[in-house]
C-alpha cells in the first residue's frame, strides 16, 4: 500500500479535479483527513460540521442532505498552519540573533508574547492547543535538523526559548519531545539544565554573532 503525506494527497486531488474541469469548491474531502488537518477527534469534526455554516470553523457542502468538508478548507488549514510555523520559526531566530549579548536564562520568551505573533490567545483553550501543535512540529523540525555547514551540530529544538510563565520553563510536551529525539540530553539534567542546554545549541547553530565560549 502506497503511503503519501496529506499534502501529497490534496495536491493530487486538486491535479485531478483541474484535469477534469471541477471546480475545487465541490471536491469533498474524508473526515480522516479532515481530522489529521486540522488535529481535531473526529467527535470534534462531526460537531463542526452540524454547526451553522456561518459559526463553523469549515467549509461545508451539503450533497443529499448530507454535509462534506470541501477542498479548499483542508488546503487553507494546511496554508495556514505552515504560515504560522514559519512565522514562529523567523521570529524565534530574530529573537536570537538581536539578543546575542545576553546570557541564555535572558533570552527566554512566555506564550502571551509569542502566540500573539500567530494572532492566538493564550487565554483560548483551543489556541493553547493549537499553538501546541505548533511547537510540537517545530521541535520535530529542529531535532531533525541537518546542516551541509554543520553536519555534526548537535540535537536541539528552538522552541525551547518559549516557556510557561509560572515556571519559565518550556511546556511539558517539550520535555516529552526531547526523551523520544534525544535521549542522552535528558540523562543526569533538570529540566532547567535540559532547557537552557537547548537555548545554547540553538545560538550556536543560529546565531551570526554569538559564539560558544
Not at 5 to 27: D, F, P, W
Amino acid at each position: 500500500m502506497k503511503t503519501v503525506s496529506i499534502k501529497k494527497y490534496l495536491k493530487r486531488l486538486a491535479q485531478l479535479a483541474k484535469s477534469n474541469g471541477l471546480n475545487t469548491k465541490y471536491v469533498i474531502v474524508p473526515d480522516s483527513v479532515v481530522e489529521a488537518a486540522f488535529n481535531r477527534q473526529p467527535s470534534t469534526i462531526s460537531k463542526w460540521k452540524k454547526m451553522d455554516p456561518s459559526a463553523s470553523p469549515l467549509t461545508l457542502i451539503e450533497i443529499d442532505g448530507k454535509r462534506y468538508v470541501t477542498l479548499p478548507c483542508v488546503v487553507e488549514r494546511i496554508k495556514l498552519m505552515d504560515y504560522r510555523m514559519k512565522t514562529v520559526e523567523e521570529r524565534l531566530v530574530a529573537h536570537i540573533n538581536s539578543n546575542s549579548t545576553k546570557d541564555d536564562h535572558e533570552i527566554r520568551l512566555h506564550y502571551t508574547e509569542t502566540m500573539g505573533w500567530v494572532d492566538l490567545n493564550v487565554s483560548i483553550p483551543a489556541d493553547r492547543k493549537e499553538f501546541g501543535l505548533i511547537l510540537g512540529e517545530l521541535s520535530t523540525r529542529s531535532f531533525n535538523l541537518l546542516s551541509s555547514d554543520n553536519a555534526s551540530a548537535e540535537p536541539f529544538s528552538l522552541t525551547a526559548l518559549i516557556t510557561e510563565q509560572a515556571t519559565n520553563l518550556p511546556s511539558s510536551g517539550f520535555f516529552d519531545l526531547v526523551k523520544i529525539h534525544a535521549p542522552d540530553m535528558a540523562v543526569g539534567r533538570t529540566m532547567e539544565e535540559i532547557a537552557l542546554l537547548n537555548i545554547r545549541r540553538a545560538r550556536a547553530f543560529y546565531s551570526t554573532e554569538w559564539k560558544d565560549d
